[in-house]
């Protein structure tokens, strides 16, 4: 038993995952600063990594929209073109929020 390593865990615990010291400070998530510095709906034109291919779950969710609307699902797109044709499919299939 480490008594020394105990007595420190009672000064100084630990705080749990999910307890963000602040979570409205979030400058990803929060509303301050208007819509242009908010990352929840940035235009996938804009992002860095959209020349990339799609992701996964990109691939998978458009397979699965593309069946359901009826409509040919290709492979070959990039993350920001995947993401566009995922909310066009969305508005078509009534999926989106």
Known sequence: ???KRDNERENHPQPHRGDA????SNP?????G???HSNREKDPDDWTTGDEPMTGA???Y????SEEAGESFD????KAEASKRID???DKTGRGA
């Open 75 to 78: 492979g070959e797109l990039t």
């Open 62 to 65: 458009l397979k699965t929209l």
């Open 34 to 36: 208007g819509a242009e």
């Open 58 to 60: 990109q691939a998978s």
């Open 88 to 90: 066009a499919l969305q």
């Open 21 to 24: 010291p602040n979570p409205g």
């Open 28 to 32: 990803k998530t929060s509303d301050a």
């Open 1 to 3: 038993m480490n008594t």
